[in-house]
């Protein structure tokens, strides 16, 4: 195995006194008198209260402490520096389990989800049902190495496969994902899984479908209205996507040089993406939570590699699967019923692109699910690998 090195999240003291400068030298504009909410995008009350908790509560080193609770890593894969999160758990090495996350989301996503999903004795549940975790950031995020230039999803799963395999040495492994996370996960099972192999990847776990089946035209009347569904979605939420994938370096000079813009330009997300049917943005989240996620996109310089890996998307051929083919992998699905841009397709044509072997509808949570319901996450990570085993 190839060598793995323990890392340390610690940020300088001149790092963290530049990001506390400039969100104090944020320059306030007049919001539209008829502003309600976040319905011109990022709420300018909402903000404010943020970037005053961030200058005179927020903890950066309380926080660091946080992210070092878990053992982390780097290692070269694919010719790449790759940060991950390590953690064997009560598995003791038999049952790897691979997370990763998406945009503007982090390996952070998962940390209320790590101790029960490892130690599940610890937390009321069955050891027989633990796994080694694995979580890496995506490159040009967070602490893996930005690319020289835009890499994607599909470049991403040989690299995780590469990692779980060759540079930890698991054989087989499980893998889940949403978001980028979901798609990744999708061409691992696709590209790298068992099959007729000795090694791979065994299962995946989506609370996103990625994948395409070809051709992507409807063959139900409820695959029709889904798509219809889907392009209104994409119409009235979409122009991030479009920006970030098709013009990726513009918007990253704007939010390089400033915090409280990459903070704005994530925290809408986590607005209009997580489930508040029983409350606001705090009620779901903390303000540590909150920033601490952004904090990983500035600490770094890390934002505008991540937005570049929208653009690589389409330099990988986009999420269309080769007529007559699908992921073959055994696929598993949690259906969070607060995904209100990415709602999830209709069985059949979940069907068409993948094995599916579980589907869940959950009763709550959105598109961070392992960072708003991570009982409900864990739950259902459980109930689909048990059954693989």
């Not at 589907?359 to 959105?366: C, E, N, S, T, V």
């Amino acid at each position: 195995m190839r060598q793995v090195r323990p890392f340390t999240v610690s940020i300088s003291d001149a790092k963290i006194s530049t990001i506390h400068e400039r969100v104090a030298a944020y320059r306030w504009f007049p919001a539209p008198e008829n502003e309600q909410g976040f319905a011109y995008g990022m709420s300018t009350p909402v903000l404010q209260d943020l970037c005053k908790y961030w200058q005179n509560d927020f903890d950066w080193r309380a926080q660091e402490e946080v992210l070092n609770k878990f053992p982390n890593f780097k290692a070269d894969v694919g010719g790449m520096e790759i940060h991950f999160i390590h953690v064997v758990g009560e598995a003791e090495g038999k049952r790897p389990l691979l997370l990763t996350h998406g945009w503007p989301g982090s390996y952070f996503e998962f940390w209320d989800a790590i101790e029960p999903l490892a130690f599940p004795s610890r937390h009321g549940g069955d050891p027989a049902d633990a796994f080694d975790l694995v979580i890496p950031s995506l490159p040009g995020y967070a602490f893996s190495q930005k690319p020289a230039s835009p890499i994607g999803q599909r470049a991403t799963a040989a690299l995780w496969d590469e990692l779980m395999r060759e540079v930890l040495g698991y054989e087989t492994y499980l893998a889940q994902g949403g978001d980028w996370g979901g798609l990744v996960t999708s061409w691992i099972g696709f590209n790298h899984g068992l099959h007729d192999k000795k090694g791979g990847c065994r299962g995946i776990h989506l609370n996103m479908i990625g994948l395409r089946p070809t051709p992507p035209t409807p063959t139900t009347e409820e695959e029709g209205k889904w798509l219809t569904h889907m392009a209104g979605a994409m119409q009235a939420e979409g122009a991030y996507f479009m920006e970030q994938a098709t013009k990726p370096q513009t918007l990253a000079m704007a939010l390089m040089d400033s915090p409280v813009g990459t903070a704005a330009w994530i925290l809408e997300k986590f607005h209009g993406w997580s489930d508040l049917r029983d409350g606001d943005l705090y009620s779901v989240y903390t303000r540590d939570q909150l920033l601490t996620n952004v904090m990983l996109y500035l600490v770094n310089d890390a934002i505008a590699t991540s937005v570049w890996y929208y653009n690589a998307l389409f330099q990988e051929g986009g999420v269309q699967l080769p007529e007559g083919e699908k992921c073959e992998t055994p696929t598993g699905f949690a259906n969070f019923p607060g995904e209100k841009v990415y709602t999830a397709p209709p069985r059949s044509w979940v069907e068409r692109a993948y094995n599916l072997v579980h589907w869940r509808d959950m009763p709550k949570g959105g598109h961070f699910a392992a960072m708003e319901k991570p009982s409900l996450f864990v739950d259902d990570v459980r109930n689909w690998a048990r059954a693989l085993d």
